[in-house]
């Protein structure tokens, strides 16, 4: 059975996962503290695992296996806002998007479709988390679904209950602002175990698996 | 840069990898203690990973990841011992084998490679560990290559200093009799760096990086 999968999803300490502006130079706004204290590479996904192989990056190469379509909020595809200005620009990520599946971007500005030769796909979705759901398992097959982020998203899934899985990822940084990870999810440990894990690099991975989800 | 590596190799408290009688009921004699406590399921490599996903399970599911060839000993492949008394056997995993790529397998008892549609194919190599790697190496394209074990296998490759990553498992088992891991390799741990983590199940993963092979 499919399941609904969050990896390598980093929160500082004080429990924020993004910065509250995010620009063309900075993806994460203020929170790339976030990203400069962590060893994982994980964009190389299910292809290969850098030299050395370490523990932050075996865990965070899980990534890919077995997905076969995200869904991300708009933030994460881009910086624009509100109606799309330039249609041009086609992500972050240049000619090769790492996902190599169907991407479902969840906006209420929609656009067509953008598919890209490495097998990435953008579709441009204005929807709730359970219909983009319904959609990104109809692009997935029986394969499993990973939502992307930002925190937003995640955190919209995990009230919705929809979560089967949780890589989450403590970085010890302070941000002192941003997106929070938590906000209004009081309790939301109850429904999953949860197994840590640290490492050599000072993170702290979190495996948190929906009880009655396998 | 290809590189050589080993993953999931179980190794008890004493040292043992392996039981010293394999027989068809026994794929690693009476070692299966080393199995019985291990949560890995690493046959699914690279495809998924069961759920729940566990740390160890994500560890392991590494297994597959940028591996272009493998290179086993006789007794990975099989009990037979000596010339081939029946070629119709065709290894232990019926008719698709985990593995997904070409596979050489070291024998003083040539035989004719076999092909399964799932990807893999044995190769029945006599050959030193250096002429096996290059072999290995022609099959595997520009990707890494995996050592698949058993433990003398290992070692040879070990003592040959040609391992650039090694994932050993401890598992608390004593074995009290096997195959050792580590007969001839005093010191061995100097080549290399090496990441300690212990898991819910009871498991230590240790990440060797030979230093200087990134």
Redesign the interface.
Known sequence: MA?V?VHNFNVSLDGYSAGETITLDKPIGEAGALFARFDGRFIHG??????????DR??T??WG??IGAEIMGRGKFGPQTGEWADEDWRGWWGDAPPFRTPVVVLTHHRRAPISFENGTSFHFLDATPEDALACAQDLAGDRDIRIGGGPTTVRQFLAADLI??L?LVTVPVVLGAGVSMWDGLAGVEDRF?V?S????SGLT?Q?W?RIG??
Request: charged residues 20%; glycine residues 4%.
């Open positions: 399941r999968r299910v292809d290969a695992v850098d030299a050395p192989i370490t523990l075996a865990l190469s899980t296996q077995g089967d899985f890589h175990t197994e894990a640290t490492s050599a991975h495996f698996n989800a396998d």
